[in-house]
């Protein structure tokens, strides 16, 4: 059975890796050059993950005990805030379209047909947000303090 929890220490580098992996190729992702995506880009996903009420939930196999096996996906988000930030979701390929993003929508508080603010654009992500039409991209949003009011547009 599927559930939603916290994510742990122990789930880091599954969050992590396949952020990366995930959003590597996406145009939207910048000008890093392809050997140093990892070793620039993990300590940045790193960062993103500790700030300030930012939130980090995992979809996982209740009746699997391995911790990597056992997760299905994950959200980042921070939704203290005004509009909400959503940093990342992902799903594992092979359980995509079973409602996993949708569960962890809804698990952190973020609702698809509301206005919410989007940090990373990424082809699968994308292909989510035909359902969130009311999202709006800001990178710049998961760069700055939360208290930054300067423009990004």
């Known amino acids: ?5 916290p994510a742990a220490a122990h789930d880091e580098r599954f969050v992590i890796a396949s952020w990366l992996s995930s ?11 392809d050997e140093d995506w990892f070793p620039v880009m993990w300590p940045q996903i ?12 995992v979809a996982y196999e209740t009746d699997e005990a391995d911790h990597v096996a056992d997760l299905y996906g994950f959200i980042a988000a921070d939704v203290v805030t005004a509009t909400p930030l959503l940093y990342y979701v992902y799903t594992k390929q092979a359980y995509r379209k079973m409602g996993v993003a949708k569960r ?12 919410f603010e989007f940090v990373c654009k990424a082809p699968v992500p994308a292909e989510l947000l035909t359902k969130a039409p009311l999202a709006r991209w800001n990178p710049a949003a998961g760069r700055r303090p939360k208290n930054d009011n300067r423009s990004t547009r």
């Open 104 to 115: 962890l929508f809804a698990a952190i508080g973020l609702n698809a047909s509301r206005r």
């Open 23 to 33: 959003w590597r190729d996406a145009n939207a992702a910048g000008l890093i050059q």
């Open 1 to 5: 059975m599927i559930a939603i929890r």
């Open 46 to 57: 790193k960062k993103a993950l500790a700030r300030p009420d930012v939130q980090t939930l």
